[in-house]
T-cell receptor, first 111, second 114 residues
Framework: DADVTQTPRNRITKTGKRIMLECSQTKGHDRMYWYRQDPGLGLRLIYYSFDVKDINKGEISDGYSVSRQAQAKFSLSLESAIPNQTALYFC??????????FGDGTRLSIL | AQSVSQHNHHVILSEAASLELGCNYSYGGTVNLFWYVQYPGQHLQLLLKYFSGDPLVKGIKGFEAEFIKSKFSFNLRKPSVQWSDTAEYFCAVNALSNTGKLIFGQGTTLQVKP
């Protein structure tokens, strides 16, 4: 089983819909992160959480929200999806400044 | 603002050629440095990391990287690439005063021709 699991792996939806991407981990890490990957732009941080009660905005948080339901679960929501949110989304986990471990990604297409 | 720059966006090499991918960052304090690789259709995997000590670090699959503090650089090298090295490579920096967030470069796509 994967240490960092993202669901769904692929999603196609329409503009204006609410979307939730989920991430769960079995690594016991305190820190969890959401990134989006766009061609030529690398990975950009959307939100991050250092523990259940700590949520922080990343560099591109507008249009997104998150929930840290438990140490092992961190979900990302798009309240009203728009086409320029079409991207590959990655969840990652880490302890302190140690290397981050990434999930397999969610490919999201918004029509 | 802190940033990471990868100079080569797309590199094409023949098998057995040597590889060097550039990475520069803009931050004057203490940093942790990483190279990640993303094979087609897969998630990012850690190639190597630098935290402290010997500035020449060795990673998996024959990759190495050299931290040159005076140049704010962390270039990735491999003496002889293989077709299986075809992937996208990301440099990332973790500024220790920046609450542990990773800043990624734009990525370099490496295509190795058999």
């Amino acid at each position: 089983d994967a240490d960092v699991t993202q669901t769904p792996r692929n999603r196609i939806t329409k503009t204006g819909k609410r979307i939730m991407l989920e991430c769960s981990q079995t690594k016991g890490h305190d820190r969890m992160y959401w990134y989006r990957q766009d061609p030529g732009l690398g990975l950009r941080l959307i939100y991050y959480s250092f523990d259940v009660k700590d949520i922080n905005k990343g560099e591109i948080s507008d249009g997104y929200s998150v929930s840290r339901q438990a140490q092992a679960k961190f979900s990302l929501s798009l309240e009203s999806a728009i086409p320029n949110q079409t991207a590959l989304y990655f969840c990652a986990t880490s302890n302190s400044y140690q290397p981050q471990h990434f999930g397999d990604g969610t490919r999201l297409s918004i029509l | 603002a802190q940033s990471v720059s990868q100079h080569n966006h797309h590199v094409i090499l023949s098998e057995a050629a040597s590889l060097e991918l550039g990475c520069n960052y803009s931050y004057g304090g203490t940093v942790n440095l990483f190279w990640y690789v993303q094979y087609p259709g897969q998630h990012l995997q850690l190639l190597l990391k630098y935290f402290s000590g010997d500035p020449l670090v060795k990673g998996i699959k024959g990759f190495e990287a050299e931290f040159i503090k005076s140049k704010f650089s962390f270039n990735l090298r491999k003496p002889s690439v293989q077709w299986s090295d075809t992937a996208e490579y990301f440099c990332a920096v973790n500024a220790l005063s920046n609450t542990g967030k990773l800043i990624f470069g734009q990525g370099t796509t490496l295509q190795v021709k058999p």
